[in-house]
């Protein structure tokens, strides 16, 4: 009868600690529980930039952007602050924390907010980038809101016979990147470029064993006040091709066209 006493004195002994190690472990759980929650929060920039407009004056900007959303809370912490001022541009920064990076977030949605920036001076002419990417310019656009510039810069340089006019209708030609040009007529109203683009693997020179091809296409370019805007593709020699899509195209930029190299 003793040892049974010792018996059930050492199992109640023993339950109370097992008991206890269960405790902690839970209170571990928990804080790990709420360690990985809070980890679900990361810093980001936002997808997009819809616009920027100048407040207060010019001593502010709002800056439109799309985040994440969904039916929990997707954003928090919405920032923007001024980064520095060089060179006649303002770089401003627009940040938030999101749990959108979280598969289980339900953040698969968007909408759009506003982020206003403090510059503490008027904007005056100076160009805005937000977050090194997006720039905009007060210069040409209709106030408040500041103009977005494009892939030429904010003044595209007006239509000329030039090699940089010509690499500025390259870039407004929906042709891949790393595309050469040659010029085959031009006036103060008509370009003509022959566009060549390599396919193929990238590689070295063709007698080292690597072959490779390419793709012609002939753009013709009409003026306009931002530039050289492509309206039609031909690669027929002569003016017959060229003027059955484009028929006011002056005769003394197509009569001379050779066919084009299909490469």
Request: with cysteine; aromatic share 4%.
């Given at each position: 009868m003793w040892q049974r006493g010792i018996r059930v004195v050492v199992l109640g002994a023993a339950l109370v600690v097992l008991a206890g190690c269960g405790s902690k472990t839970a209170e571990t759980d928990a804080e790990a529980?709420?360690?990985a929650t809070?980890?679900?929060?990361?810093?980001?920039?936002p997808i997009r930039i819809d616009g920027v407009r100048a407040?207060?004056?010019?001593?502010?900007?709002v800056v439109d952007a799309e985040v994440p959303d969904g039916a929990r809370d997707c954003v928090r912490s919405l920032r923007g602050e001024l980064d520095t001022v060089e060179h006649g541009t303002v770089y401003v920064k627009v940040t938030y924390e999101t749990r959108s990076q979280d598969q289980d977030s339900g953040c698969t949605g968007t909408r759009r907010v506003k982020a206003t920036v403090k510059l503490g001076e008027p904007l005056g002419s100076r160009r805005v980038m937000v977050n090194s990417m997006d720039v905009y310019t007060p210069v040409g656009a209709t106030p408040p809101a500041l103009r977005q510039c494009g892939e030429n810069g904010c003044d595209p340089t007006p239509p000329r016979c030039t090699s940089s006019s010509y690499r500025?209708?390259?870039?407004?030609?929906?042709?891949?990147k790393h595309t050469s040009w040659e010029e085959r007529s031009c006036d103060d109203t008509w370009l003509v470029l022959?566009?060549?683009?390599?396919?193929?693997?990238?590689?070295?020179?063709?007698g080292d064993g690597c072959s490779s091809s390419?793709?012609?296409?002939?753009?013709f370019y009409q003026a306009e006040s931002s530039g050289w805007r492509p309206v039609a593709t031909n690669g027929?020699?002569?003016?017959?091709?060229?003027?059955k899509v484009l028929p006011e195209l002056p005769e003394h930029l197509c009569a001379s066209l050779p066919r084009l190299d299909r490469g």
């Amino acid at each position: 009868m003793w040892q049974r006493g010792i018996r059930v004195v050492v199992l109640g002994a023993a339950l109370v600690v097992l008991a206890g190690c269960g405790s902690k472990t839970a209170e571990t759980d928990a804080e790990a529980t709420n360690v990985a929650t809070a980890a679900a929060w990361t810093l980001a920039a936002p997808i997009r930039i819809d616009g920027v407009r100048a407040a207060d004056g010019g001593r502010s900007l709002v800056v439109d952007a799309e985040v994440p959303d969904g039916a929990r809370d997707c954003v928090r912490s919405l920032r923007g602050e001024l980064d520095t001022v060089e060179h006649g541009t303002v770089y401003v920064k627009v940040t938030y924390e999101t749990r959108s990076q979280d598969q289980d977030s339900g953040c698969t949605g968007t909408r759009r907010v506003k982020a206003t920036v403090k510059l503490g001076e008027p904007l005056g002419s100076r160009r805005v980038m937000v977050n090194s990417m997006d720039v905009y310019t007060p210069v040409g656009a209709t106030p408040p809101a500041l103009r977005q510039c494009g892939e030429n810069g904010c003044d595209p340089t007006p239509p000329r016979c030039t090699s940089s006019s010509y690499r500025q209708a390259v870039n407004d030609t929906d042709i891949p990147k790393h595309t050469s040009w040659e010029e085959r007529s031009c006036d103060d109203t008509w370009l003509v470029l022959d566009l060549s683009t390599r396919m193929g693997p990238a590689c070295g020179d063709a007698g080292d064993g690597c072959s490779s091809s390419g793709v012609s296409q002939r753009w013709f370019y009409q003026a306009e006040s931002s530039g050289w805007r492509p309206v039609a593709t031909n690669g027929d020699a002569g003016c017959g091709g060229i003027h059955k899509v484009l028929p006011e195209l002056p005769e003394h930029l197509c009569a001379s066209l050779p066919r084009l190299d299909r490469g």
